[in-house]
């Protein structure tokens, strides 16, 4: 069983719909927890960072981490096709520890 | 504010040969760290490094080595270059020491190698 489990899509949505990303992890010794994204041709932006369990809330974005079940979302609210990219999630034990990452869930906003 | 810079942006090389990949953390950033990402996969973490030295390190084989300099700025060199290294090698840069608690990951853009 891998680390982190991502499903790498593709998922398409219309625009304006509320989109539902999900990884799930096997570590339970995870704590710092994230959501990227990433553009065709470029590197990985930090959208999210969050530690623990619970939610967060950045604008249209909404990160939410359930420890008990090994289970992390990213929900983007009024989704527009600037939002179409490559969202990978990331994870590690302690801040100093090497982040793993998911595949990434491509995501197409249809206009 | 200058972000994570990587050069140079594409490399194409043949099997056998050697690469030496550069990276110039974001300003006020003292550790780097460099990930591999393979065609629809997501990166993978090979080492860090934070005063000059090597803190951690993935699973990776010693083809794979790497420097940090007094300005902060690292490199990534691969030896003996295999059909299987072709990949995006992403650097990433954040605050060490006592600052680490509120410093995430910035990413390059990264540098884009083929090995034919």
């Known amino acids: 069983q891998k680390e982190v489990e991502q499903d790498p899509g593709p998922l398409s949505v219309p625009e304006g719909a509320i989109v539902s990303l999900n990884c799930t992890y096997s570590n339970s010794a995870f704590q710092y927890f994230m959501w990227y994204r990433q553009y065709s041709r470029k590197g990985p932006e930090l959208l999210m960072y969050?530690?623990?369990?619970g939610n967060k809330e950045d604008g249209r974005f909404t990160a939410q981490v359930d420890k008990p079940s090994k289970y992390i979302s990213l929900f983007i609210r009024d989704s527009q096709p600037s939002d179409s990219a490559t969202y990978l999630c990331?994870?590690?034990?302690?801040?100093?520890?090497?982040?793993?990452f998911g595949k990434g869930t491509r995501l197409h906003i249809l206009p | 504010d200058a972000g994570v810079t990587q050069s140079p942006t594409h490399l194409i090389k043949t099997r056998g040969q050697q690469v030496t990949l550069r990276c110039s953390p974001k300003s006020g950033h003292d550790t780097v760290s460099w990930y591999q990402q393979a065609l629809g996969q997501g990166p993978q973490f090979i080492f860090q490094y934070y005063e000059e030295e090597e803190r951690q390190r993935g699973n990776f084989p010693d083809r794979f080595s790497g420097h940090q300099f007094p300005n902060y700025s690292s490199e990534l060199n691969v030896n003996a270059l295999l059909l299987g290294d072709s990949a995006l090698y992403l650097c990433?840069?954040?605050?060490?020491?006592?600052?680490?608690?509120?410093?995430?990951?910035?990413f390059g853009n990264g540098t884009r190698l083929t090995v034919t």
């Open positions: 990331a994870m590690s034990p302690n801040r100093d520890d090497k982040i793993i």
């Open positions: 969050t530690y623990s369990s």
């Open positions: 990433a840069s954040s605050l060490g020491g006592a600052g680490r608690r509120n410093s995430p990951l910035h």
